[in-house]
C-alpha cells in the first residue's frame, strides 16, 4: 500500500485522558502535514514537520497539542488531557517536498466522552 | 490571512446535467490552486493543482480552470459516482506549505 496511514482510524477517550494519533507517510516522502476537520467545517492546517523538524506549528493549539516526527517511525500527534471540544477528524497528508501535491490519508475520527 | 471561499455549500443535479463549483480565493502570492474530492468517512482524494490564471485541467468529466480571482470546477454530463463533497485549497507564499480549505461544495447526482 503506497499510500498515507493513518491509525488508529477511530479513537475514543474519556475527558482528561491522552490521545495519540499516528500517521506513516507515503515512502519517500519528507514532508508531513495534519490537519484538523470539525463537522460543518473545512480543514484547518495545524503542523508542517520535516524528518527530525518542526517547521511550521502555527496552527496548533499553544497548550496540550504537540507533535514529532522523528527519525525513524510515525509523526504522532499527541493531545493531552482531552475536552470534549478536540472531538473531530484529524487528517495526516505527505509530500515528497513542496512542489509536488499532498497525498492524504483516511484519518483519525477523535470522539471525547 | 489567506481566504478560500467556495460556493455553493450543495448543489443536487441529475443525472447527465453538467455544472461548475466555484472557489474564490484572496491568497498573498498564489504559488497552487488545489482541487481534492473527499467522500464520506475518507479524506480527500487528490484531482488537480493550478499555479497560474488561464491554466485548465482535464481528468474525466472534471474540468478545473482558474482565474487570478476564482477557480472553477466543471461537471461535464455527471454519473452518480461522482456525488462527493469537492474542497478546494490555496497555497500562498507566506504560509510555508499550507494549505488553506474551503468548506466543501456537497455535490450529489441523482440518477
Known amino acids: 500500500n503506497a499510500g498515507v496511514m493513518q491509525n488508529p482510524r477511530h479513537l475514543v477517550r474519556r475527558r482528561g485522558q491522552e490521545a495519540r494519533l499516528r500517521c506513516s507517510p507515503v515512502k519517500g516522502h519528507s514532508h508531513v502535514y495534519w490537519y484538523r476537520q470539525l463537522p460543518e467545517e473545512g480543514l484547518k492546517f495545524m503542523v508542517y514537520l520535516q524528518k527530525e523538524n518542526i517547521i511550521d506549528e502555527s496552527g496548533m493549539p499553544k497548550e496540550r497539542f504537540s507533535a514529532e516526527f522523528p527519525k525513524e517511525g510515525p509523526s504522532i500527534l499527541r493531545i493531552q488531557q482531552v475536552v470534549r471540544g478536540d472531538s473531530a477528524a484529524y487528517f495526516c497528508?505527505?509530500?515528497?517536498?513542496?512542489?509536488?501535491?499532498?497525498?492524504f490519508g483516511s484519518g483519525t475520527r477523535l470522539t471525547v466522552v | 490571512e489567506d481566504q478560500v471561499t467556495q460556493s455553493p455549500e450543495a448543489l443536487r443535479l441529475q443525472e447527465g446535467e453538467s455544472s461548475s463549483l466555484n472557489c474564490s480565493y484572496t491568497?498573498?502570492?498564489?504559488?497552487?490552486l488545489f482541487w481534492y474530492r473527499q467522500d464520506p468517512g475518507k479524506g480527500p482524494e487528490f484531482l488537480f493543482t493550478l499555479y497560474s490564471a488561464g491554466e485548465e485541467k482535464e481528468k474525466e468529466r472534471l474540468k478545473a480552470t482558474l482565474t487570478k480571482k476564482e477557480s472553477f470546477l466543471h461537471i461535464t454530463a455527471p454519473k452518480p459516482e461522482d456525488s462527493a463533497t469537492y474542497l478546494c485549497a490555496a497555497r500562498g507564499r507566506f504560509g510555508n506549505e499550507k494549505l488553506t480549505f474551503g468548506t466543501g461544495t456537497r455535490l450529489t447526482i441523482i440518477p
Open positions: 491568497v498573498s502570492g498564489l504559488r497552487g
Open positions: 497528508a505527505s509530500s515528497r517536498d513542496s512542489n509536488y501535491g499532498y497525498t
